[in-house]
């Protein structure tokens, strides 16, 4: 009987093999259980755990976590995002009050929260945003805040209540390139994130915001997207490789080698950046307690430029 060679299916794409420089230490450690512990105890939602993020073992080995409010149900269905999207549960108006009793218990100098996009609501989630921040900051006096959030479908009155709660840093993030926005980020706009960060800088806030690469874009439009945050306002960008969550989710169409990573990071700082991170396994809220510092990478970005090369 002759043998068959085994034939893939017409329909079955090659996918992109992950190299040497994504791989990730599995989370072990005592602070990783606590923080863990913490989490599981509050019944709260952290995006480490529901976005699948590379550097939870890094995060919470550390003390830190990035909770998410309003629940860990989107009513957006983002190609990208690892988060599960459907009918979301009612508000759960003691929330913000868990969230603030976490943090004060994880005794973090530094925190970062995000939220699930929560459409159906007429305000989009800003009254339990509001009363988060005011929590957080009366029972964790000394602990500076990052809030990274959605777009509120571009309702200026809604984004005032986050301004108006003060955290020290405001995220929005991009995302992606102008070009791939309607496929990566379906029910969002580019140019309306993009004057949500300049509602936000115009407010006095902190403003930051994040890409991922390996999704298809180009050299050249991932430059504009830089200089684009920056004429809208934007202080800090992150630029970090996308990973395919699961089968359902985006592929990958390239991995970016860490060179590139360091380009992009020199020419934020040149296009005017307050603070660019760039890395393959850069997130949101990778390094954010340093984000908080006007000032802060500008300075080492500059003191590198002076050291001379071996």
Same mark, same amino acid.
């Not at 005592?30 to 995060?59: A, F, Q, W």
């Not at 991932?222 to 699961?246: A, E, F, K, M, S």
């Given at each position: 009987?002759?043998?068959?060679?085994?034939?893939?299916?017409?329909?079955?794409?090659?996918?992109?093999?992950?190299?040497?420089?994504?791989?990730?230490?599995?989370?072990?450690?005592?602070?990783?259980?606590?923080?863990?512990?913490?989490?599981?105890?509050?019944?709260?939602? *952290?995006?480490?755990?529901?976005?699948?993020?590379?550097?939870?073992?890094?995060?919470?080995?550390?003390?830190?976590?990035? $909770?998410?409010?309003?629940?860990?149900?989107?009513?957006?269905?983002?190609? +990208?995002?690892?988060?599960? *999207?459907?009918?979301?549960?009612?508000?759960?108006?003691?929330?913000?009050?868990?969230? %603030?009793?976490?943090?004060?218990?994880?005794?973090?100098?530094?925190? !970062?929260?995000?939220?699930?996009?929560?459409?159906?609501?007429?305000?989009?989630?800003? %009254?339990?945003? +509001?009363?988060?921040?005011?929590?957080?900051? *009366?029972?964790?006096?000394?602990?500076?805040?990052?809030?990274?959030?959605?777009? $509120?479908?571009?309702?200026?009155?809604?984004?005032?209540?986050?301004?108006?709660?003060?955290?020290?840093?405001?995220?929005?993030?991009?995302?992606?390139?102008?070009?791939?926005?309607?496929?990566?980020?379906? &029910?969002?706009?580019?140019?309306?994130?993009?004057? !949500?960060?300049?509602?936000?800088?115009?407010?006095?806030?902190? *403003?930051?915001?994040?890409?991922?690469?390996?999704?298809?874009?180009?050299?050249?439009? !991932?430059?504009?997207?830089?200089?684009?945050?920056?004429?809208?306002?934007?202080?800090? !960008?992150?630029?970090?490789?996308?990973? &395919?969550?699961?089968?359902?989710?985006?592929?990958? &169409?390239? +991995?970016?080698?860490?060179?590139? $990573?360091?380009?992009?990071?020199?020419?934020?700082?040149?296009?005017?950046?307050?603070?660019?991170?760039?890395?393959?396994?850069?997130?949101?809220?990778?390094?954010?307690?340093?984000?908080?510092?006007?000032?802060?990478?500008?300075?080492?970005?500059?003191?590198?430029?002076?050291?001379?090369?071996?």
């Amino acid at each position: 009987m002759t043998e068959l060679p085994v034939v893939p299916a017409v329909n079955e794409k090659a996918r992109v093999k992950k190299p040497d420089w994504l791989r990730v230490k599995l989370p072990i450690g005592e602070e990783y259980k606590h923080v863990r512990g913490l989490v599981d105890t509050h019944k709260l939602h *952290t995006i480490c755990e529901s976005g699948n993020c590379p550097n939870m073992g890094e995060c919470w080995g550390s003390g830190t976590a990035t $909770f998410m409010i309003l629940g860990n149900v989107c009513t957006r269905s983002c190609g +990208f995002c690892a988060v599960a *999207t459907g009918r979301p549960e009612p508000v759960d108006w003691d929330e913000p009050q868990r969230v %603030a009793e976490a943090i004060n218990l994880m005794k973090v100098k530094h925190a !970062v929260i995000t939220s699930v996009d929560r459409d159906e609501l007429k305000d989009g989630g800003a %009254a339990i945003w +509001f009363n988060t921040i005011r929590a957080v900051k *009366t029972l964790n006096p000394d602990t500076t805040l990052e809030t990274l959030i959605g777009d $509120f479908k571009g309702n200026k009155p809604d984004i005032q209540r986050v301004i108006e709660a003060a955290p020290e840093v405001v995220s929005h993030n991009i995302e992606t390139v102008e070009r791939l926005t309607r496929q990566v980020r379906i &029910q969002a706009k580019y140019w309306r994130s993009m004057e !949500v960060i300049r509602t936000l800088k115009e407010g006095g806030r902190r *403003t930051k915001s994040g890409i991922m690469l390996g999704l298809g874009e180009t050299k050249e439009e !991932v430059i504009q997207t830089l200089r684009d945050l920056h004429d809208n306002g934007c202080d800090v !960008v992150t630029i970090g490789q996308y990973l &395919q969550p699961t089968q359902k989710h985006l592929p990958v &169409q390239r +991995f970016v080698h860490p060179d590139e $990573f360091a380009e992009y990071r020199e020419i934020g700082y040149s296009l005017g950046l307050d603070y660019v991170e760039s890395g393959p396994l850069v997130r949101s809220s990778y390094h954010s307690e340093r984000h908080v510092f006007a000032g802060l990478g500008r300075k080492q970005w500059e003191m590198d430029k002076k050291v001379p090369a071996l």
